[in-house]
């Protein structure tokens, strides 16, 4: 079982990251076959721990041990007192605090199951050493990284319910459901919409057979053989498989899906695997981008999680990439915030702008583009720590115009602790 919010002793190799359920594009399929690693336990072992005082340099050579990729791994070490850790190799940053130097992801890193990643620091001590309490955290294992980045406990369940709303109806995550929607990704599955045609869902049924067999109850195991060719089709043109006649000819798979979480044998196994790959494919990349582009807004980091599961990953940061270009960043120069005097809340505006043009473009997802009016709404009043109780009573019509379908879903209020209600009465509105 996955190690929830704790320190690890950690090793690393890198993986690439996944699209989402949502629009495959040639550029990601490649990552795709990189990315259906294993998830399961949190485990790994330092192989090597050194620090040369001549060249200043320290070498840390981790190996992942375990059954699960790690997504963005925060390292910290003790250094002896009065040094100073200096000089971060890229990918890379620090801080320090006393003895202890923290070291977070620039950019998206993923950690593979059995294999080894050196991690280079340098420091102003030109006496060797060895690094002292040499630990590791990965929101892919639960909790929140130590380096400020994420969202709050409180502020992850208001993102997520939100997300759910769309994705379910419900702020409560649907860990059991599956329909085939028609939308040509095959069957869509679970809290996050884990897709058959897209290559998420192979990855939860992956980190499942890795803590359960079939005959110790894993109704999903049967399925692999047919997954992974569904997922080699996919692989191999880049293009998001509709088909589910594969699954459809070994048994019903929305039955056996739903079966998995709602048999309290399985139940917490089944659960876990998705609360992992959700994170290690959407969520901890998500946060690593929104502190790559300095938003450090809650709200914002919802949105774009919001978009990373709607969209894909890639297609979120190719969002990204059109608010810049419209904010005069066509350099897509990093922090964007304060670049030429843009603003956290200008930038968000026109980050939904570009995602309610592509989602009202979309025959597929128009009648989807009120998600986006959710977060639009939020951002006018002010509801930037996500402290404030919310409601989706906003359609897309409400914040731009009478030329946008109403989506339909069932209004919900959200409280900030992530519980939450069904308004008896309520009126829509953008403000």
Known sequence: MAASGMWMTFTAGLVALASGCGPATDAESPAMAESAQALGA????????????PDYWGTLVFKNTGTVAIANPVIALDVPSGVTCDDDQPGWTHTQSG??????RTSSLTVAV???YTFNYSSTSNTSFT??????????CGGTSPGGSGLTANQKKVAEGLTSIWENDTPTLDYAYSENINDGRGYTNGRAGFCTGTGDA??????????RTEANGNRLAKYWNALTVINNRFLSTGQSQASTSELDAVGNWTSDWAASFNTAATKADFKQC???VNDALYYTPTITEAAKWGLT????????????INHGFDGMKDLIRKANTALGNSGQVAPVIGYNGITETAWLQKFLEKRRDVLASDSTWVEAVDRVAAYEKQRRVGNWDLGTALRNDVRARDCWGTTYPASGYT?????????????????????
């Open 411 to 431: 209004v919900r209020a959200i409280n900030p602790d992530g519980t939450w209600s069904t308004p008896s009465s309520y009126t829509y509105s953008c403000q």
């Open 131 to 140: 690094a002292t309490n040499v630990k590791v955290q990965s929101d892919s």
């Open 202 to 211: 192979i990855q939860v049924v992956q980190c499942y057979r890795a803590l």
């Open 99 to 104: 003895r202890t130097c923290t070291f977070t």
């Open 114 to 116: 059995n294999a080894s």
């Open 297 to 308: 807004q809650a709200l914002t980091k919802a949105a774009l999680y919001d978009a990373s």
């Open 42 to 53: 949190c485990t790994h072992s330092v192989t090597t721990n050194t620090y040369n005082g």
């Open 274 to 276: 998705q609360d992992q």
